[in-house]
């Protein structure tokens, strides 16, 4: 089970699409035009909990989950309610791991609730196998516990599981710990990495079902599948000139321009195909950095610069007046609207490339994740443009 959590990862980041109901409003409309420059005011949030295990025989998936984290991201950031964009935000559990605490159900939250993808990467990234018990109803119940899922709604809520032991393991029963969710309104999503039948047998389909979530099997050890297009170069080319544009603040700004860039390694160990496919998503409205970026944060509605020392500064802008400042971030935003139009007018083209090149055997996990959540979408009003 050591690996789902990639498949978790995919579909935190396929349940950004965006959770809202009829009734929501226009409110947004105003920020709701470019996917690419959004920076959604919305209210509105769309949760999604990975219990990811990591326990001896998942290799396979977490190269999955690595290789097919941002396509599924990108899936995601064409979702629409109505005019709205709603927010993304991800929590990454791991258990079934020898290394965690045997009292606590070996069990760890490794990331609460979050907007940053680079984050969400990196962690993915970093997480390690090792063999232990899977106590599915625990972790469940965990990560209800320990998460603010708030009580809005219009918020799409989703567990992500997976794994490839029995669900009934443990001292918490996964009835006990469905019933809990239905209460805060959380869907239970399940992958069992196996046998389609064997997971209905070990109780992973009843799991789902309790909560009217998604029961999907798949084969974690198949290789992710990565088509080329003529217009990769080109995105890619972007991407550099793309990361030019953000304009870092505050004590954790340099560290997370690193970060950013460590990301954008990463995408690219496993191809060329990918590092776009992650380009893409730095494209659109679900890849927010206004805790250490300027053109994000000073958009945010508690932002001023009145609260910036200048010490928190990049180096080309200390020293410079309030106005100055304004008109440096005003250009770094104008650069990177038309920089992220670019990708996206290229992205279209590379989308109808693929589309045209696809094989039968196309990437599991991603396809099953995106169809689930498609599924469960519809009931909240959901479309994809």
């Not at 609207?337 to 992205?347: A, M, P, R, T, Y």
Request: proline share 2%; charged share 25%.
């Amino acid at each position: 089970m050591k690996t789902h959590f990639k498949t978790f990862l995919f579909s935190m980041l396929l349940i950004g699409f965006t959770a809202c109901n009829a009734n929501n409003k226009k409110a947004n409309t105003n920020y709701a035009q470019a996917q690419i420059t959004a920076h959604n005011p919305s209210k509105q949030y769309i949760k999604v909990a990975l219990l990811l295990d990591t326990s001896n025989s998942m290799d396979g998936l977490i190269d999955q989950a690595k290789a097919q984290l941002w396509d599924i991201v990108n899936e995601l950031s064409y979702a629409k309610c109505h005019d709205s964009r709603p927010n993304l935000q991800i929590a990454l559990y791991e258990y079934g791991n020898d290394r965690l605490n045997g009292d606590e159900g070996y069990i760890r939250q490794v990331l609460t609730f979050s907007e940053d993808l680079d984050e969400i990467s990196k962690e993915l990234f970093s997480l390690t196998t090792n063999g232990g018990e899977e106590y599915c109803g625990q972790v469940i119940q965990t990560s209800l516990n320990q998460l603010k899922w708030g009580n809005n709604p219009d918020d799409l809520k989703l567990i992500f599981i997976a794994g490839n032991e029995p669900f009934t393991q443990g001292k918490i029963n996964y009835k006990d710990a469905s019933t809990n969710a239905k209460e805060k309104d959380v869907t239970i999503n399940t992958i069992f990495c196996g046998d389609y039948r064997q997971g209905v047998s070990s109780s992973w389909k009843d799991g789902a079902s309790l909560t009217n979530g998604d029961y999907m099997a798949i084969n974690q050890n198949n290789a992710t599948i990565h088509i080329a297009s003529p217009y990769d170069d080109d995105i890619l080319i972007l991407n550099q000139k793309l990361n030019k544009t953000y304009v870092i603040y505050g004590q954790s700004g340099r560290q997370k321009m690193t970060l950013q860039a460590e990301q954008d390694t990463n995408a690219g160990l496993y191809s060329k195909a990918n590092a776009v496919s992650r380009t893409v998503s730095k494209s659109s409205h679900l890849y927010k950095n206004k805790s250490w970026d300027l053109v994000d944060a000073e958009v945010e509605e508690n932002f001023k610069y009145d609260d910036l020392k200048k010490s928190q500064l990049p180096e080309v802008l200390r020293g410079k007046s309030e106005i100055e400042i304004k008109a440096y971030v005003a250009k770094k935003r104008k650069e990177r609207e038309n920089i992220q139009k670019k990708i996206q007018e290229l992205n279209k083209k590379r989308k109808l490339y693929i589309l045209d090149h696809k094989k039968e055997n196309s990437n599991g996990l991603e396809n099953a994740m995106t169809k689930a959540i498609k599924e469960q979408a519809k009931k909240k009003k959901y479309t994809w443009n």
